[in-house]
């Protein structure tokens, strides 16, 4: 894995904010972390039947279509999607319906971190089982590159979010593919709270494209698109607090670094 240096030297040839280096606790925040947050999930979905509550999404039916498509506005195109933390794969399955209604052709792939949601995820799409794997995104490595990644901020500690959306970058996408960070909420969240695009752009990297999810009345999903170009990273080199957040809701911006 490369560590921040290397990442924010990457691409564009404008200065870059450097990032902080690896430290040796990073590994052992990140096993904590999985061990308290992240593995008991896999337990709470599987008490469900409903497929969308096994991939996290307490709601009905609809409440998963209107919180979810967002993450499916966010392809502009056919091909490769990698979600990360797929659970049962619903969200796999659901996208490739959407798309395939607009004439886009996805094709699935899938991590989870959970071993039996990811075996519920190839047993949903059998056709696709071998695309779906088991591990941490914190430190996988991709066997290919993707076109688009679909991530949460949710899934490593605090302090290593930056660096782990830099390799999502870096090493996951594809020349010309796009990361999207997405982050849902239940009703009984704050509202004050900042979205994840607030975070992204305050660490320097320049989000494209905002979609919001809506269910009776309340923003619950955000998507930010973070677009790697030809060129390497799109990350600004100043950090970013010249949009508004809500200045950039459901507006393309140009990426600043070329
Ligand atoms: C809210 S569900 C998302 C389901 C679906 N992808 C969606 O967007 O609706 C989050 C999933 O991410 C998985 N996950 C969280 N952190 C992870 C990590 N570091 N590596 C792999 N999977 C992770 C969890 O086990 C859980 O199944």
Known sequence: MMDDETIAQRGAGTPRPVLRRIGPDDDRQMREWLIE??????????????????SGFSGTREGWDACRRPVAECLHRGGAFLDI?????????SVIGWKRAEGMAIEPFGLEAGHKLADRARRRLPQFADNIRSGNAWDWAPPRRYDFVRTELAYVPPVLRKRYLGRLIDEFLAPGGSL??????????????PW???A???????????????????????VAVVEKGDGGIA????????????ASRKTILPISSP
């Open 37 to 54: 947050k992240i593995l008991p999930l896999e337990r709470a979905y599987l008490a469900h039947e409903e497929p969308w509550r096994q």
């Open 85 to 93: 933390g797929c659970a049962n794969g619903y969200l796999l399955e």
């Open 180 to 193: 999207l960070v997405a982050e849902y909420r239940s009703r009984n969240q704050p509202y004050r709270v």
């Open 196 to 198: 994840c695009d607030v």
């Open 200 to 222: 992204l752009r305050r660490w320097g990297f320049v989000v494209t494209l905002v979609r919001s999810g809506l269910w009776e009345g309340r923003e619950l999903t955000r």
């Open 235 to 246: 990350i600004a080199a100043e950090s970013a607090n010249h949009f508004s957040e809500g």
